[in-house]
């Protein structure tokens, strides 16, 4: 039986703290995505077997110095919606060899298991608690501030820029300015009280008719992913080659049913988990809350657990999402195949796309954003992760005041890390619950990027039809591009 993600936790901090290195190494796949994120001086990632062996066994170590000797206590896990991931809070607790003194290391270790196996962790270890029980604090303190020195950055406000694919040229706003993002970018009561569109009012019937204007060619491509079986639903089918062997056919009023031999059917019964980084979805505005409050003020206690939410679901768009669409290429604006994971867009990307491609954003677009990553699943095959690559806080003024009626990416949107100690994912939260804006996640935008280069044309008619399922956050869609 394959062990799961706890069962593999416990046995690699056993493991760890044993010093049983080819055991531990063994717990993980052979391409897998390692990292530190509160290593102070920023360790690359450790994204193969091979890699960790080294790490593990021969390579040198951070902070040599005493022996530790030491277990694992305070274990909590915390099993996440995502059968793979678990949330585990621990410690390391032990003592100094040479010394006798006590120490207790905290850590929380993010980790996805699949087939027993771990494809990724993010190990928050509090590496100066263990420099300071190694007796190397001062050093290592020493080594941070040359480090960010060298590094610093800060634009002319003083705001430093060391987090989401910062660079010289990016402005970031502050933490508390993003905040503040709830109060001036608030669209609360501007369709209404009762509104639950949001910026779907941007979409009106000259929008739409704008949009058919777009279609040139004559060309459809689909945006999303195929729905990989088993990985990402759950699937019964039925296959019963004859009808009338199907038993109680006998008893059906038709007599057709019951004497032509002649045809037979499939059918299926499905579940599946939409939310999440890997599905091509649709987010309707009850998908999150701050404070506990949905968008245009409404309460998440209109959420009910069975018959789910009175308020903003993914009916609203009942009518369908039918607009012109917009793809600004991102990747291409900067020349490389992909961004890489934590680096984020802001909108000097975006109107430096909209200079090269010849197009500018109106009220009314959806706006696709190409990271690059989808270029990433079809060449590694890899899907999902806890960093990523995608839009900055930064650009939410930005699409307030072009009136952008939907936003999609290849990515789940977010920029991970956001670059904010307090809040994880600011355009999901920002942009449903203020804004009322739709999201579109997790879009294959490579065949969309491939013939808007071969055209020449950057602008399409897009049509996005959700599911009508009563009261859900969102929906499973295959957004059409036809140029």
């Avoid at 062990?3 to 690699?12: A, I």
């Avoid at 430093?160 to 040229?169: I, K, L, S």
């Avoid at 056919?249 to 980084?277: A, K, Q």
């Avoid at 009314?364 to 999902?384: I, K, N, P």
Wanted: proline letters at 7%; hydrophobic letters at 35%; charged letters at 25%.
């Amino acid at each position: 039986m394959t062990d799961t993600p706890r069962d593999v936790f416990l046995k690699l901090v056993h493991g760890v703290c044993e010093e049983r290195w080819a055991d531990v190494v063994d717990l993980y796949a052979e391409r897998t995505d390692v990292r530190h994120p509160f290593f102070p001086l920023e360790a690359p990632p450790m994204r193969s077997r091979e890699e960790l062996r080294t790490h593990f066994g021969g390579g040198p170590q951070p902070y040599q110095g005493p022996t530790l000797r030491r277990r694992p206590t305070r274990i909590n896990v915390h099993q996440t919606t995502d059968p793979e991931v678990i949330v585990a809070e621990f410690q390391y607790e032990g003592v100094v060899v040479e010394t006798g003194e006590p120490f207790a290391i905290p850590a929380v270790f993010v980790m996805r298991v699949r087939d027993g196996k771990i494809v990724e962790s993010r190990d928050y270890l509090d590496h100066l608690r263990s420099a300071a029980a190694r007796g190397q604090l001062p050093e290592v303190l020493d080594a941070i501030r040359d480090h960010h020195a060298k590094d610093r950055v800060t634009d002319p406000a003083g705001h430093n820029r060391g987090d989401a694919g910062m660079t010289a040229e990016r402005s970031m706003p502050a933490q508390d300015d993003v905040f503040r993002y709830f109060d001036t970018l608030s669209n609360w009561g501007r369709w209404g009280d009762d509104d639950e569109l949001g910026t779907l009012n941007h979409i009106t019937d000259d929008v739409r008719l704008a949009a058919a204007r777009a279609v040139r060619h004559g060309r459809s491509v689909s945006c999303a992913w195929e729905v990989a079986v088993p990985e990402e639903m759950e699937r019964s089918t039925t296959s019963c080659p004859c009808f009338a062997d199907m038993p109680g056919v006998e008893d059906m009023p038709l007599p057709g049913f019951r004497n032509d031999r002649h045809w037979g059917y499939s059918n299926e019964r499905l579940g599946i988990l939409f939310h999440g980084n890997t599905i091509t979805h649709i987010d309707s505005p009850c998908h999150i809350f701050w404070d506990g409050t949905m968008y245009n003020g409404r309460p998440h206690s209109l959420v009910d657990a069975e018959t789910g939410s009175a308020w903003g679901a993914v009916t609203a768009a009942a009518e369908g999402i039918v607009t012109r669409g917009v793809l600004l290429d991102i990747a291409k604006v900067r020349d490389v195949p992909w961004l890489e994971p934590g680096e984020g867009v802001f909108p000097e990307d975006l109107e430096e796309a909209e200079r090269r491609q010849g197009v500018r954003v109106r009220s009314g677009d959806a706006v696709l954003l190409r990271t690059g990553y989808g270029r990433v699943r079809h060449e590694s095959g890899a899907s999902g992760g806890f960093t990523q690559a995608g839009w900055h806080a930064s650009c939410l003024p930005w699409l307030h005041e072009r009136g952008v009626a939907l936003i999609g990416a290849d990515t789940p949107q977010d920029v991970q890390p956001s670059g904010y100690e307090d809040m994880a994912m600011p355009v999901h939260t920002v942009g449903l619950v203020a804004m009322g804006l739709w999201l579109l996640d997790n879009c294959d935008l490579e065949a969309c990027a491939a013939t808007a280069t071969e055209l020449g044309q950057w602008d399409f008619h897009l049509a996005v039809a959700p599911v009508r399922f009563a009261g859900t956050s969102g929906s499973p869609v295959n957004p059409i591009a036809t140029f």
